[in-house]
């Protein structure tokens, strides 16, 4: 990720061939919650969620859990299930809009991949696309369109990107999915009834189901390393902070362009304050709420990101872009990514991938890991549609929503075989030049409109797979979630965007030596005023259920 609030890690998606994705370093839990106005809170809690149905698919080598771990596949299935029994559209025109952070897909008329997603979904499915381009593209677009009338059938409503009264513009324009979703009644869409209750408590809104989830990994940020680099100092195993500080300056060697870390410092920070024992976000106790920029913990991985940088540990430029070509030279040692986008890169780059897991910092220090939302959001339906054409828009979403494992999941991450894939002698999947063009640049669109649960594939790196699921195993040892996380605060939704950002700055600043630590509590008490104390007030009425 670069220095500054990083896209890449947002989406991820593991589940699309070949995908990388951008994401904010935090998610923010803006329009993921449970409550805004009086009653929203015992409403929400009263609320039931979609019921789960684990569904039938080709069995995975290594299981997954509801705990987060995710199902891993050494090979590529043979046989596939069918998770979709009819075409889900009516032959009518279906609008989205959405998003992506890679190569803009071709249109329509010149792309084989679209052409058949139309035909398999029985519909003319026309995606407005926004192309990435700073974090206030999709903003724009949604803003627009939100107040030019011209409203898509399927909407994507983002976590973390400053949309503004989030409950009002739902009341108005969208339909409240609760009696089509909530309960039982999800089971008439098998693959939406599959997706994890965790990913279906960001959909909530004052009591009421406004979506339908966007899956995502449940797992948060990751430290990944070249295992080759670390091997001088006996590997990446570290007994404290000291421990890595002495082996990162042993390994330093600045003569030959040899540099420990990637220059995301705020990435790192987020690491380091795992291992002094910072809670996620928020620390909730007796009701009351911490936020981690509070804790003397983050103070202090803060203060040892100092002690990094003075040590000349990160790649000296702060720009850097080519921090995977620079782990897989051996040039630099480790680098902070997404759980899903850590997957994309197994499958892009060929050196021997690594995990640190979060151990204590210090004696009497208790490390976490920090889990993700599960989610990246959700997809909304026009009100205009009447309840039939809910239905259908529902199936279509369901078809989207395929998990790996049936013959949907082939189709929506690869394309047509021999066309835009073909099998190995191994049984692998592997895209074509123009799988690569057509099928992953359509994907990624769809995949924030719907997507499956998580999974771990590999193609023709098996081992690697198996041996990432052993790490999700020790993470998930010493998980921790947000605790606000399913609760809603309006504040957060206008203001934390940008006191994250200011946070951030700061941060950068003192670590690359432009101001003195002190600045820190300089500008956190500017975060508490200018809407941190708001947030934790309406966090804290949500979550006592007022």
């Not at 803003?143 to 898509?152: L, Q, R």
């Not at 024992?277 to 106790?285: I, K, Y």
């Not at 151990?359 to 959001?377: D, L, Q, W």
């Not at 191994?426 to 998580?454: C, H, R, W, Y």
């Amino acid at each position: 990720m670069s220095t500054h609030l990083s896209r890449r890690g947002f989406m991820g998606a593991a589940g699309i061939a070949g995908l990388t994705v951008a994401g904010l370093t935090t998610l923010s839990a803006c329009g993921s919650g449970a409550t805004v106005g009086k009653g929203g809170a015992k409403a929400s809690a009263k609320l039931k969620l979609p019921t789960y149905v684990a569904a039938q698919t080709a069995p995975a080598d290594l299981a997954g859990n509801a705990a987060g771990l995710d199902a891993t596949y050494l090979r590529y299935p043979k046989k596939l299930t069918k998770s979709v029994a009819k075409t889900p559209g009516d032959g009518s025109r279906i609008t989205a809009l959405t998003e992506t952070f890679t190569t803009p897909a071709p249109p329509q008329a010149k792309n084989g991949y679209w052409q058949e997603l139309n035909k398999r979904l029985g519909a003319r499915f026309d995606m407005t696309i926004v192309v990435d381009q700073g974090v206030d593209a999709y903003l724009t677009k949604f803003n627009a369109m939100m107040a030019g009338g011209d409203i898509p059938d399927l909407v994507w409503f983002p976590p973390n990107q400053g949309i503004q009264r989030v409950p009002e513009l739902l009341d108005a324009k969208f339909h409240d999915l609760t009696p089509y979703l909530s309960g039982d009644a999800v089971k008439a869409y098998p693959n939406l009834a599959n997706l994890p209750t965790t990913a279906w408590k960001t959909a909530v809104v004052n009591g009421k189901i406004r979506g339908v989830t966007v899956a995502y990994g449940s797992m948060g940020q990751v430290y990944v390393v070249n295992q080759d680099f670390w091997k001088p100092v006996g590997g990446a195993e570290f007994t404290s902070a000291e421990d890595f500080l002495a082996k990162g300056k042993e390994l330093l060697d600045v003569k030959r362009n040899k540099y420990v870390l990637e220059p995301a410092y705020v990435n790192h920070i987020a690491q380091f304050a795992q291992w002094f024992g910072a809670p996620s976000a928020w620390r909730l106790e007796g009701g009351k709420l911490t936020h981690q920029y509070e804790t003397e913990e983050y103070q202090e991985a803060l203060a040892f990101a100092v002690r990094c940088a003075k040590a000349k540990l990160f790649w000296p430029d702060p720009n850097l872009s080519t921090t995977m070509e620079k782990m897989a030279q051996g040039s630099l040692g480790a680098y902070v990514q997404s759980f899903p986008s850590f997957l994309v890169d197994a499958k892009t780059y060929d050196f021997p991938f690594g995990v640190i897991v979060p151990f204590a910092a210090k004696e009497g220090a208790t490390p976490h890991y920090n889990m993700g939302y599960g989610s990246v959001g959700y997809t909304a339906i026009n009100k205009k549609a009447d309840d039939k054409r809910v239905k259908m828009l529902l199936r279509v979403l369901d078809y989207l929503a395929a998990p790996f494992g049936t013959e949907e999941r082939l189709f929506l991450d690869n394309g047509i075989e021999g066309k835009h894939w073909n099998r190995t002698s191994d049984g692998d999947v592997k895209l074509t030049a123009k799988g690569n063009s057509e099928a992953v640049t359509t994907a990624m669109p769809l995949a924030f409109l719907a997507a499956g649960p998580e999974y771990i594939y590999l193609p023709g790196r098996g081992e690697l797979a198996g041996k990432i699921h052993g790490w999700q195993e020790d993470l998930l040892k010493i998980a921790q979630t947000n605790p606000t996380s399913g609760h809603f605060s309006d504040t957060s939704t206008s203001k934390s965007p940008s006191l994250t950002t200011a946070m951030s700055d700061i941060q950068l600043d003192i670590v690359a030596g432009r101001k003195p630590i002190s600045a820190f509590k300089d500008e956190l008490r500017k975060w508490r005023s200018g809407g941190g104390d708001k947030m934790r007030a309406e966090f804290e009425a949500s979550l006592a259920g007022k």
